[in-house]
T-cell receptor, first 113, second 110 residues
Framework: QQQVKQSPQSLIVQKGGIPIINCAYE??????FPWYQQFPGKGPALLIA?????SEKKEGRFTISFNKSAKQFSLHIMDSQPGDSATYFCAATRATGFQKLVFGTGTRLLVSP | NAGVTQTPKFQVLKTGQSMTLQCAQDMNHNSMYWYRQDPGMGLRLIYYSASEGTTDKGEVPNGYNVSRLNKREFSLRLESAAPSQTSVYFCASSEGAAAFFGQGTRLTVV
């Protein structure tokens, strides 16, 4: 009930490509789905988040797509750049009250020049 | 804005030694967390504190203890370090759903 499954484990795309990272959750009580970006030697940083009342959210080149019935959500990076090379973690939690974040296992993205 | 500050950034311990990892946040958040990050394992929750005065075990608490010293500070103690505790440790804080992480402590136990 608490798992968040993330795929792929690693991903290589060329500059300008659109990497897609997928996550699936089990607990239907989750209603807040953030993505974190982590550069080597740094802590994870909140990148973008979505709630299940919308099917898509865009912030700059980053888009989250959300499918409530399938309990899946994904991160798309438009016009990817070498500077986007990082590890990306999806997570799930509840927006109100106290609920621990449940993280996926991470995707290491490499954007080649 | 400092956010979440962890000390030290790097540490090498011998097996059996003890140490305390320090964490402080200046965002007045109620909840604080300690995670460890190992290759291929993602972020695993060690302990958390939902609010000042409370602490609870996460997924991997064995070999660790924590203290929520006050609202700002949450420390992680290794009483008798083991090579299996070689990892990168992250402290985080949250108010509501979004969590903010420190820069991490890279710990090596030899």
């Amino acid at each position: 009930q608490q798992q968040v499954k993330q795929s792929p484990q690693s991903l290589i795309v060329q500059k300008g490509g659109i990497p897609i990272i997928n996550c699936a959750y089990e607990n239907t009580a989750f209603d807040y789905f953030p993505w974190y970006q982590q550069f080597p030697g740094k802590g994870p940083a909140l990148l973008i988040a979505i709630r299940p009342d919308v099917s898509e959210k865009k912030e700059g080149r980053f888009t989250i797509s959300f499918n409530k019935s399938a309990k899946q959500f994904s991160l798309h990076i438009m016009d990817s750049q070498p500077g986007d090379s990082a590890t990306y973690f999806c997570a799930a939690t509840r927006a109100t009250g106290f609920q621990k974040l449940v993280f996926g296992t991470g995707t290491r993205l490499l954007v080649s020049p | 804005n400092a956010g979440v500050t962890q000390t030290p950034k790097f540490q090498v311990l011998k097996t059996g030694q003890s140490m305390t990892l320090q964490c402080a946040q200046d965002m007045n958040h109620n909840s604080m967390y300690w995670y460890r990050q190992d290759p291929g394992m993602g972020l695993r929750l060690i302990y958390y504190s939902a609010s000042e005065g409370t602490t609870d075990k996460g997924e991997v608490p064995n070999g660790y203890n924590v203290s929520r010293l006050n609202k700002r500070e949450f420390s992680l103690r290794l009483e008798s370090a083991a090579p299996s505790q070689t990892s990168v440790y992250f402290c985080a804080s949250s108010e509501g759903a979004a969590a903010f992480f420190g820069q991490g402590t890279r710990l090596t136990v030899v």
